[in-house]
Every structure is written in structure tokens, then in C-alpha cells.
């Protein structure tokens, strides 16, 4: 059971948007940022977010980051066919004194 | 061009202990605000952070695994080791090293190695 709460599955035709969302807590993302991370098959993960909705060089802004309270999402307009990956949010947990992530998301597009 | 590779042992029995290395080029481990940490995925599973070394020797540890683990900068100026011990069957994963860029409520891994599977047989 990760600490964070993502949906297992999410899906979209091409042209679509589509959002995922993150749940945490007030040890997690209520008090620190949030970094999301894509994961196509096969591959190592890339930072796709950092800071909550900052995007590292390379990252088309068809992609968007958001944080509010204890709760983050990653949304995704115009969707396109190699954008099917596993997403997952992370952050520090105070509690924890480490990183935690979400289960992460299987996006079917 | 910065890049992360790990290396290590394919294949561990159980109860032996693992030893991976990450190999950094185009980075200082002792830049201020820079770390490496060490995540793996198990096979169909999501991401499971282990550990982070940070550029002043500071270390933090997954608290269910922390009594397992130890990271260490290398011998050499651009590696950092991780050894897990008493590894088990369920510790069968992709093991992945990263920088992780660290700041006052922040954390993130910026750049990743290609990961290395690790077989743990019975």
C-alpha cells in the first residue's frame, strides 16, 4: 500500500485531456513539493515535474502540474499515442523522513 | 552530459547481501544540494524509494527497510554503494540509481540510470 494515492488505470482517445490525481497528507504533500515521473515500457523514469508544476527542459507543455492542500494532479491535453507510460507522483514525508511514492497510474491511450 | 549507471550482480541467493554501485559522470557528489538515492521496482510494481546520500554525507533510509540497508560514497569521487543484506526472493527488482536535486521541502530525481535487474533465487 503506497503512502500516496493514485489511480491504477486511466485512459483517453488521441486529442483528449486527461488528468491524474495524487492524494497524500498533511506529512507528504501538504507541506513539501510534489514531482511526477513517466515511466514508458521498458525504461527508466524522467522527471516529467519537480517543484509541483515546474517542467524540466523537454517536456511539452501539453503536460501541466498542480498542487492544492494535501492533493496534487497531472493533467494532459491533446493526448498522443506515446504518451501511454506509468505516471507516478512522489514527495518527502516529514513522518517518515523519506521519499514516498504513489502506486502509480497506467495511462491507455 | 550528465549520466548514472549501476552495476552489481545479476543473480544473489538468499540471506546472501547485495552490493550495487552507481557510477555518476558529469556531476560532483559534493555539490551542495545534490544527492543520490536508489529506488527499485519490483516486476509489475511501482516505484519503492530505498535510500539517499546527500553532498554532505547526510543519509536517510526507507524506514521498513533501513535495518537492511547502508549507502556510502565509493572509494571513488563518482560512485555511490548501496548494500542490502539478507536479501530475500520478494527483493527481486529493477534497482535504480539517481541524482536527486535536494532543497528545504523538496526532493527530486532529475536523472536516472537505465537500472539493473537483480534475481533473487530460494
Known amino acids: 500500500q503506497s503512502v500516496l494515492t493514485q489511480p491504477p488505470s486511466a485512459s483517453g482517445t488521441p486529442g483528449q485531456r486527461v488528468t491524474i490525481s495524487c492524494s497524500g497528507s498533511?506529512?507528504?504533500?501538504?507541506?513539501?513539493?510534489v514531482s511526477w515521473y513517466q515511466q514508458l515500457p521498458g525504461t527508466a523514469p524522467k522527471l516529467l515535474f519537480y517543484?509541483?508544476?515546474k517542467r524540466p527542459s523537454g517536456v511539452p507543455d501539453r503536460f501541466s502540474g498542480s498542487k492544492s492542500g494535501t492533493s496534487a494532479s497531472l493533467a494532459i491535453s491533446g493526448l498522443q499515442s506515446e504518451d501511454e507510460a506509468d505516471y507516478y507522483c512522489?514527495?518527502?514525508?516529514?513522518?517518515?523522513?523519506?521519499?514516498?511514492f504513489g502506486g502509480g497510474t497506467k495511462l491507455t491511450v | 552530459q550528465i549520466t548514472l549507471k549501476e552495476s552489481g550482480p545479476t543473480l544473489v541467493k538468499h540471506t546472501q547481501t547485495l552490493t550495487l554501485t552507481c557510477t555518476v559522470s558529469g556531476l560532483s557528489l559534493s555539490t551542495s544540494g545534490v544527492g543520490v538515492g536508489w529506488i527499485r521496482q519490483a516486476p509489475g510494481k511501482a516505484l519503492e524509494w530505498l535510500a539517499l546520500?546527500?553532498?554532505?554525507?547526510?543519509?536517510r533510509y526507507s524506514p521498513s527497510l533501513k535495518s537492511r540497508l547502508a549507502i556510502t560514497k565509493g572509494t571513488s569521487e563518482n560512485q555511490v554503494v548501496l548494500r542490502m543484506t539478507n536479501m530475500d526472493p520478494a527483493d527481486t527488482a529493477t534497482y535504480y540509481c539517481?541524482?536527486?536535486?535536494?532543497?528545504?521541502?523538496?526532493?527530486?530525481?532529475?536523472?536516472w540510470g537505465q537500472g539493473t535487474l537483480v534475481t533473487v533465487s530460494s
Open positions: 512522489a514527495a518527502w514525508d516529514d513522518s517518515l523522513n523519506g521519499v514516498v
Open positions: 546520500i546527500y553532498w554532505n554525507d547526510d543519509r
Open positions: 539517481a541524482r536527486c536535486i535536494t532543497a528545504t521541502g523538496r526532493k527530486e530525481f532529475d536523472y
Open positions: 517543484n509541483n508544476n
Open positions: 498533511s506529512s507528504n504533500i501538504g507541506s513539501n513539493t
